[in-house]
């Protein structure tokens, strides 16, 4: 548990700076809560432990949300050791996938693992607001795993779909017929390891094929994704042997 008596995060953080040069990983951990907004002083002493690390490369954040303010400490400090960054939200919004998206399109030259979950079931993610975490290219050259997980399971609107399971305006599936999760993955190489119990049966039913399409494009720009996970829903690159 943190301490949060004001004065000692920065004694704590300045012992670690001084007598912990080699270290390495990070947690920060805080208790779970639906209602209450990550305090400014929660996140100074967050910050205040990211800075200091002299070369952090595993991150991992359970809190209220990742704050423009921890991404940037984060980026500015060490996007050139990360090699693994793990965030848990209690309090999920559709900001959170700019902010994944600043990460991933950064190019954080080492970094291999990426996840981000959503840690309330009731408040998750709408599937349309992962769109927002391919805003910009993603440019992570060694990045081999991300994993999302937080999408409410009705999560499109109805309004959004349109016969045979394809989403109308938002990324285009054109030619892609509405066929079980392997023949639409084969697609682009890649195979099903783990498939919800509905998927294979209906793919498109899930609305998984539209947010599903837009993580196999990275595979472009990131050649080295082996490994997507969506919710319950993992599937790996045939390329991997």
Not at 115 to 142: G, H, K, N, V
Not at 169 to 179: H, Q, W, Y
Request: aromatic residues 8%; charged residues 15%.
């Amino acid at each position: 548990d943190f301490i949060t008596v004001s004065k000692l995060p920065s004694e704590l953080c300045k012992n670690i700076w001084l007598r912990c040069p080699k270290l390495l990983t990070i947690d920060l951990v805080g208790a779970p809560s639906r209602h209450t907004a990550m305090s400014s002083q929660k996140e100074d002493t967050q910050v205040m432990l990211i800075e200091s690390v002299h070369h952090l490369q595993s991150f991992t954040l359970d809190a209220e949300s990742m704050t423009p303010r921890i991404c940037q400490v984060l980026l500015d400090l060490h996007c050139s050791w990360l090699e693994k960054i793990d965030l848990t939200i209690h309090q999920p919004r559709a900001e959170d996938f700019s902010i994944a998206n600043k990460i991933l399109a950064t190019g954080v030259p080492n970094l291999m693992s990426f996840a981000m979950s959503a840690l309330f079931y009731l408040e998750s993610w709408q599937l349309l607001d992962c769109l927002a975490m391919f805003s910009r290219p993603w440019t992570c050259i060694w990045l081999m795993k991300v994993q999302v997980c937080g999408f409410a399971p009705t999560a499109m609107p109805v309004g959004m779909r349109v016969p045979g399971g394809k989403v109308a305006e938002a990324i285009s599936t054109e030619g892609v017929p509405n066929v079980g999760a392997d023949h639409f993955l084969a697609t682009y190489g890649w195979v099903s390891v783990h498939v919800p119990y509905d998927s294979e049966a209906n793919f498109g039913a899930t609305d998984l094929k539209m947010p599903l399409g837009a993580f196999l494009e990275q595979s472009g720009t990131c050649p080295a994704i082996c490994e997507i996970t969506l919710n319950s829903f993992v599937c790996k690159g045939l390329h991997v042997e």
